[in-house]
């Protein structure tokens, strides 16, 4: 009965840890989209004023 909970423990974990990896993956991004979409702009107003 130990080992079931210990197997059924570490299955929830697995599944917890590849729903939220893949999650954190594409939260981070999507920051660095945001991020780097600014700085991008900015360049381009630079260049229409050259």
């Known amino acids: ?3 079931l909970k210990i ?3 570490s ?3 697995l599944l917890a840890a590849l729903i939220i990896v893949p999650l954190t993956i594409l939260a981070g ?3 660095w989209l945001k991020l780097t979409e ?3 702009d900015e360049a381009m107003e630079l260049d229409d004023t050259i």
């Open 1 to 3: 009965m130990k080992a």
């Open 7 to 9: 197997v059924m423990i």
């Open 11 to 13: 299955i929830g974990a």
């Open 29 to 31: 991004l999507f920051v």
């Open 38 to 40: 600014e700085s991008d």
